[in-house]
């Protein structure tokens, strides 16, 4: 049987300690700023901390919201277990120790995975709720609602106001700083340009480099190209822009932080990118956003507002198989150039 639920009684303490946790994925965790802001406009006076992932820390290192971080090296976690298995039990000892040095009023885990909820599990807390369906906290369970949709549910759950859905993505002075210099040193600020961001973690969302060598031939040709990505994504975008004017692309793959990123995409008129951080962070800026889905269910992460156009697979072709890596219909393929063109020159007449 579970718990009683919060009081408003509760809800008033003075200074209420309240534990978050949200490891990944980085778009997922970039969705959970939205929780984070409510929690906090609800409850101004409350000292909020956050179990996330080394990899995700950026997104949460100068929000105003937090008053401390606790980080798991959960990538790490992934690659070691097998190989070093003693370091990866220390890690994680180590990380449930962190977080239960605090007794804390609240615990709420809005990711809900056995490697999430282990740090619900422990910690110390007089109440604890869990997206999801584990046992041993109050849960909340709507799968095939919206990402934000679902949260908030927990959020409401546990007596926490109604949530929220607007993103954030603080940054610092030196991102701004280092985000304007590139953007002068390729000679964009009187220019038109887009941002093009084509890989992601998932192969199955991504849409065929050569198409953008295709979107840059389609485009005016005063347009410039912006592509973004990891280091081990430059030769092959190098390659897939070949034949295109050299003056018209600039390849910044590997060379942006996350916050210089955010940055750019906030200076940027526009941006193509397929279901990725790129997109969450596209939303947080309110930056116009042509978004390719493929795998994924655009009715479940698609950001919530009229800055961005929605292009997916043809339906006949799509079940939104959700596979990461072996999508049997490969509809990510079927959109084709001038779908995307057409989109882009919707967003670019309202710019």
């Known amino acids: 049987m579970e718990k009683d639920l919060p009081t408003s009684e509760y809800l008033s303490i003075d200074r209420p300690k309240i534990l978050v946790i949200k490891q990944t994925s980085l778009g997922d965790v970039l969705h959970s700023t939205a929780q984070i802001r409510a929690i906090k406009k609800l409850l101004p006076n409350s000292y909020l901390t ?7 820390y950026d997104i949460y290192r100068y929000s105003p919201h937090i008053d401390k971080v606790i980080l798991f090296d959960r990538y790490r976690v992934k690659q070691m277990w097998w190989r070093k298995p003693m370091w990866v039990i220390q890690h994680l000892i180590k ?12 615990a709420l885990d809005l990711q809900g995975r056995w490697k999430t909820v282990i ?6 807390a007089s109440q604890k709720f869990v997206k999801g369906r584990w046992w041993f906290a109050h849960r909340f369970h709507q799968p095939k609602w919206h990402a934000l949709d679902e949260m908030n549910g927990l959020l409401e759950l546990a007596g926490l106001g109604s949530g929220g859905y607007e993103t954030e993505l603080f940054t610092s002075s030196k991102d701004h700083e280092l985000a304007r210099r590139i953007i002068n040193r390729n000679g964009l600020e009187k220019r038109r340009w887009i941002v ?12 065929p480099l050569k198409n953008y060598r295709r979107l840059a031939e389609l485009l005016p040709k005063d347009i410039f190209i912006v592509l973004s990505g990891l280091a081990s994504d430059r030769h092959a975008i190098d390659a897939s822009m070949r034949g295109v004017s050299a003056s018209r692309v600039i390849n910044l793959a590997g060379e942006l932080s996350v916050g210089v990123f955010a940055e ?32 994924t ?55």
């Open 95 to 106: 990380t449930l120790q962190e977080v239960r040095q605090q007794n804390y009023d609240l």
């Open 264 to 295: 750019l995409i906030d200076q940027a008129p526009v941006i193509v990118t397929m279901d990725s951080f790129a997109l969450h962070v596209a939303a947080a800026k309110h930056r116009p956003t042509v978004a390719l889905f493929g795998p």
């Open 119 to 124: 740090f619900l599990w422990g910690a110390s």
């Open 297 to 351: 269910d655009e009715r479940r992460v698609a950001p919530n507002d009229h800055s961005t156009i929605i292009v997916r697979a043809p339906e006949a072709n799509c079940n939104r198989c959700y596979r990461r890596r072996s999508c049997r219909n490969k509809c990510i393929e079927k959109i084709s150039p001038e779908q995307v063109i057409d989109a882009l020159f919707q967003v670019l007449a309202g710019t």
């Open 196 to 207: 093009c961001c084509p890989t992601s973690r998932w192969p199955t969302k991504d849409w």
């Open 50 to 56: 956050l179990v996330t992932s080394t990899t995700a």
